[in-house]
């Protein structure tokens, strides 16, 4: 299981198609479809002092350790589980767009 992401193992499963070694199948994963997860997608972190945090206000920029273009961290459960990049979904709306799936054995 470590050399398929859980994106991949859900999608093998909704095609009715069985995992190498005889893993689980539609049928066995369906108990676990309505069970709620945190996604969150990090566009990057800033490490600061708490005298710099109380002297932020309305307009001021925090400069994150991220450059310009570069891939957002999606996290499922506080688990990193792919990159991508963020896309308008409609004028008030953004998402992600996956573009890269994180094996267990690179997240950090």
Known sequence: MADQSPFEAM???EAG???PGGGPSARDLEAVYDIPVQVSAVLGRATMQVSQLLKLGRGA???LDRKLGEAVDIYVNNRLVARGEVVMV???RLGVTMTEIVKADRQG
Do not use: I, L, S
Request: glycine share 0%; proline share 0%.
């Open 61 to 63: 920029v925090v400069e």
């Open 17 to 19: 198609a069985a995992r």
């Open 11 to 13: 999608n093998a499963a």
């Open 90 to 92: 409609d004028e008030n």
